[in-house]
């Protein structure tokens, strides 16, 4: 079976684009979308389709092993398979946070931990597809294209330098300088990207991307492209496969561009379409309170929405006032009745160190996440007997700085922690040693 798709504008659901064309807005300038031919999609059962993804599932026919492009059919059904740039992205971990979740007061607490991945964040999961459709274009003949280029708070540009690479084309990555972290750096010069530290944030740091890749010579790799979207979807998706094809009662995911709030939405719209799932897990968008432009809009019931000046926070990779994805996260929100919750820089800190404490190893965007939780605890949104997903989006030791300035040396601006696990430094006495043990295990046992 031949499925189809292209795109259309996110807005409207009108007009068609095909994917070999070079295109990211539609001509009034809104977002597009990938649509698929869901009627044709439908002709195989609900029970048809779990069946055959479930059969792929980190198993090793090429692609289909990995997460994203076992759901081949729903991603790019038309890309031939030897023009897939695959990292084996997706089928990463969801961990029962049966400890903390205790502690908390949620025995169904699960963390799915997109961060356990090749370049270390949820970006691998778009970044296969938009790199394998250049690589396909570019193959093919169809596009002449020079390279692809981002803007990135760290992690987009880890994910496209090593995608590209693999793939034997040229990236170029726009930074801004000083405000990422020293592993998230070193990633795409690792990989041989060009790699541009600006005098910017990330907001500049897009609209000077945008403006690089008007010509068409490079092809923009932001999440404002939608095709990254196809790949992120699957994230909700998996986690319903994870589940055995049953959805949770809520998921907490953190929000900067807003591209992975719309991309959720997406994955879970389109298989409660196909029959697979029946409703749609109420989702809550979390911002850090230093970049929270969407929370501010929410706050006023959606009427208004202004961009801002993020300022700094630990979760860098989210610090972020003028979100791309915006139109299509907010009209995603409204229709499922979504909510939208912030963390200060110590609800953030705390909630990462407390989940650590338990055996996880957190990023501080899955500390806001974490965070935005507890609040829905306090508050009795989330009721104890409710299953509850956190999205962790990167991987912890990315992020060292923020934990060592935490447990180490300080100083984190704006946050006394309250969990912190300081090194103890002694010489080599065998009775010193003794000591601190013995200390350390009244203090934990009384
Ligand atoms: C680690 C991490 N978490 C969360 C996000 C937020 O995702 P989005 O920008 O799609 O809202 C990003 C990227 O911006 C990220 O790198």
Redesign the pocket.
Known sequence: MTYDAWFRDAETGNGRWELDEIVYRSPSGGLLEVAHDLPLLKARSAAGWMKLWDSRYKRTQWPFGSGVWGKKELVLPNIPDEHVVSLDEGGTNLFWAERFGREIGLPDLWVKQC?VSHTG???DLGMTVLVSQVNHMVRSGKRKILGVACAS????SAALAAYAAAAGLPAVVLLPRNKISAAQLIQPIANNALTLALDTDFDGCMRLVQQLTEDKKLYLAN?MNSLRVEG?KTVGIEIAQQFDWEIPDWIFI????????S?LYKGFEEIRELGIISRIPRIVCCQAEAANPLYRSYKTGWKEFHPITAQATQ?S??R?GD?V?RPKAIKALQCHDGRVEQASEQELADASAQADRTGLFN?P?TGVALACLLKFIARGEVKRSERVVVVS??HGLKFTESKAAYHLNGPLPGVVPSYPNPMVELSSDRQAVYDAVMRHMERTFG
């Open positions: 961060g964040s949820f970006k708070t760290g992690d987009t999440s992120q953190p929000g900067g561009n807003l591209g992975n709030v991309a979760a990779a989210i972020i979100p994805s990023c965007h989006t990167a």
